[in-house]
């Protein structure tokens, strides 16, 4: 990571026949909007006739070799900093089965996975990030186990800290959960430690699978508060400080209180 887009291709799967060409039309004139705004431009693309629609990107960019973000790293004694809430994909599995009656909720989740991380990089690249990683469908907890297999420290992240999307634990605690949550429980939940502060019905959430999730990054403690107030400041209202590094305790890379 920390590099920044030039040229885009389109890859796209399309069910000629099934779907009307206006479909397509809008997918291709969304992700142009998106490409524009990340100072890219679309060089092209492929389009394939699939019985089931999928979209990509496939991007070409340019990073300083000195200056590039990897998703291990992270040094005892830093701040772990969470750019946009979770709870993505508990939402959008509520909207389809119809759970979801909170109009501004899923206007919400829908603003927050469209928006990019650009600005957030940006400001970040000004400080000392020692690791970086976005939030996917391995869910929080997956991402922040990655990281912390790759670093000489234990994460440690707050609950309580977290930035969630509204309606997202209502969601959970109604029964609604997606797909993925438990194949991410099983493959975390080996090098994890729940504290038992954190009680049962919260915990899903770590394992949400994220659409377009926010930066998760380690940099100095000293810097946190800093780089909290510019992203803050440049709109990024969910952004938080959601937990620690700590020493590193045998088998144990990832701990939630």
């Known amino acids: 990571m920390g590099g920044r887009p030039i040229t885009c291709l389109n890859l796209v799967n399309f069910p000629d026949g099934q779907l009307p060409p206006e479909e397509l039309h809008k997918i291709i004139e969304g992700a142009l909007d998106k490409i ?3 100072g890219a431009v679309l060089a092209g693309g492929h389009t394939v006739e699939d019985s089931e629609p999928k979209f990509g990107l496939s991007v070409t960019g340019v990073v300083h070799p000195q200056k590039i973000w990897r998703n291990v790293g992270a040094r005892h004694g830093d701040a772990l900093i969470l750019t946009k809430p979770i709870g993505s994909g508990v939402l959008f599995n509520a909207e389809l089965k119809g759970k979801l009656n909170d109009a501004t909720a899923f206007n919400s989740c829908i603003e ?10 940006e400001i970040l690249a000004k400080f000392e990030v020692h690791a ?3 939030i996917t469908g391995f869910g929080l907890a997956g991402h922040a186990l990655e990281m912390a297999q790759g670093s000489e420290a234990a994460l440690t992240i707050e609950l309580d800290a977290l930035p969630v999307m509204a309606q997202a634990m209502e969601m959970y605690n109604a ?3 997606t797909g993925v949550n438990r194949h991410n429980r099983e493959k975390t939940i080996p090098h994890l430690r ?3 502060s954190v009680a049962e019905d919260r915990q899903e959430i770590l394992f949400d699978p994220q659409t377009s999730g ?3 990054v380690a940099l100095p403690e000293e810097q946190a ?9 440049s709109g990024l209202e ?3 400080v959601v937990g620690r590094t700590s020493q590193r305790d045998n088998s144990i890379h990832l701990v939630i209180k």
Do not use: I, P
């Open 194 to 196: 729940l504290e038992e």
């Open 132 to 134: 970086a990683t976005d």
């Open 225 to 233: 508060s800093d780089a909290l107030e510019q992203l803050r400041e």
């Open 36 to 38: 524009t705004e990340s």
């Open 175 to 177: 029964g609604v959960t």
């Open 112 to 121: 927050s996975v469209t928006a990019l991380n650009r600005t957030a990089a």
């Open 238 to 240: 969910h952004a938080a």
């Open 214 to 216: 926010g930066l998760f």
